[in-house]
């Protein structure tokens, strides 16, 4: 049984709600489960910063699913959510990322895992931090660093 973890976000249409619907819709996948939930949290927008802020969360799964259904599941789900996809960083009712899959380590032209960004995000290394202290980021390496190592980016525990 694969441990999953996730990136939720959104700044459109109640995100506090478009969270919690999307970890309902996440646990609802038949050969998935969530096992852990961050708190959620307010951060400011990156990139295209003239947007509301976004609320933001985290969660962990277990299962046995392939990387390739559960990023299809993933964004089904966004889809569901009035997600429409025409520009980076834009605003979004809903933004799910799949940051790891056990150690797995791959890059598609449709995935890459762990999130090729993660690590430079607060909004997304905050709240997987606050679900697991001991992670390690294949590749990067453990999210007490990665967390220490990291600028202030406006990331407030809601």
Same mark, same amino acid.
């Given at each position: 049984?694969?441990?999953?973890?996730?990136?939720?976000?959104?700044? /459109?249409?109640?995100?506090?709600?478009?969270?919690?619907?999307?970890?309902? /819709?996440?646990?609802?996948?038949?050969?998935?489960?969530?096992?852990?939930?961050?708190?959620?949290?307010?951060?400011?927008?990156? =990139?295209?910063?003239?947007?509301?802020?976004?609320?933001?969360?985290?969660?962990?799964?277990?299962?046995?699913?392939?990387?390739?259904? /559960? %990023?299809?599941?993933?964004?089904?789900?966004?889809?569901?959510? =009035?997600?429409?996809?025409?520009?980076?960083?834009?605003?979004?009712?809903?933004? /799910?990322?799949?940051?790891?899959?056990?150690?797995?380590?791959?890059?598609?032209?449709?995935?890459?895992?762990?999130?090729?960004?993660? %690590?430079?995000?607060?909004?997304?290394?905050?709240?997987?931090?606050?679900?697991?202290?001991?992670?390690?980021?294949?590749?990067?390496?453990?999210?007490?660093?990665?967390?220490?190592?990291?600028?202030?980016? =406006?990331?407030?525990?809601?």
């Amino acid at each position: 049984m694969s441990k999953i973890y996730i990136a939720l976000g959104s700044n /459109l249409e109640e995100p506090s709600q478009q969270i919690y619907k999307a970890i309902n /819709l996440i646990d609802a996948i038949d050969e998935l489960s969530v096992t852990h939930t961050s708190s959620l949290y307010k951060t400011k927008p990156i =990139g295209k910063i003239d947007q509301p802020d976004f609320i933001n969360a985290a969660v962990k799964v277990e299962g046995d699913i392939s990387p390739e259904n /559960l %990023h299809a599941a993933l964004q089904d789900i966004e889809t569901k959510a =009035g997600r429409i996809r025409m520009e980076l960083n834009e605003p979004r009712t809903l933004d /799910l990322d799949i940051l790891l899959i056990d150690d797995l380590i791959m890059k598609t032209k449709k995935l890459t895992v762990p999130h090729p960004r993660m %690590h430079q995000r607060q909004f997304v290394i905050v709240p997987l931090f606050e679900i697991n202290q001991k992670l390690n980021i294949p590749g990067i390496g453990s999210i007490d660093e990665i967390l220490k190592s990291l600028p202030d980016q =406006g990331v407030v525990k809601i």
